[in-house]
């Protein structure tokens, strides 16, 4: 039986998920990514038990899911490479980059442009590293934490590019 759904933003984001080894996660908080007056995506955060303290999440080292459901009506891979740039550089200091290229490089190998209606996971399990997945077909597996904590950095870090979205993933409203 489907788990209950919260709509956000005329979305339905499930209230939790089942990874394939039967762990189950919690949403912790979803919102909508907004680029100017313009709705990106609406973003989830999935975590074992709820939490709203950003830098225990981004040092907890358990199985995460952030999921990214595409409101845009098509985002090209250049924009999305420049973006995820973008958000690495404000949210981490150039030594850590610099350690995560050949990760950072391999991630955006693995970009697919994206149209409304896609949806986008990045799971993080201990022991395997984060899985991309884009509408249920897994494009890769980047061993380690270090990528995922990366790019949950940018939703969660101090610059976060939608303030909003980071609230909202935090379960703050």
Do not use: C
Request: hydrophobic share 40%.
């Amino acid at each position: 039986m489907p788990a209950p759904a919260r709509t956000v933003a005329g979305v339905e984001v499930p209230e939790e998920v089942t990874l394939a080894d039967g762990t189950v996660l919690r949403l912790n908080g979803a919102g909508v990514r907004r680029k100017l007056f313009v709705k990106v995506y609406v973003g989830a955060l999935y975590l074992p038990r709820p939490r709203s303290d950003p830098a225990a999440i981004l040092a907890a080292d358990e199985p995460q899911r952030v999921e990214m459901r595409i409101l845009y009506r098509h985002i090209g891979v250049r924009r999305m490479r420049g973006t995820w740039e973008e958000g690495l550089r404000r949210n981490h200091p150039p030594e850590r980059l610099e350690r995560l290229r050949p990760d950072i490089e391999r991630f955006y190998a693995a970009i697919r442009p994206v149209r409304r209606g896609d949806l986008v996971t990045f799971t993080y399990r201990p022991g395997e590293g984060m899985a991309i997945v884009h509408n249920g077909r897994r494009i890769d597996v980047i061993p380690g934490r270090g990528l995922f904590a990366a790019l949950l950095g940018v939703w969660l870090g101090p610059s976060p590019p939608d303030e909003g979205l980071k609230r909202a993933m935090l379960g703050r409203q």
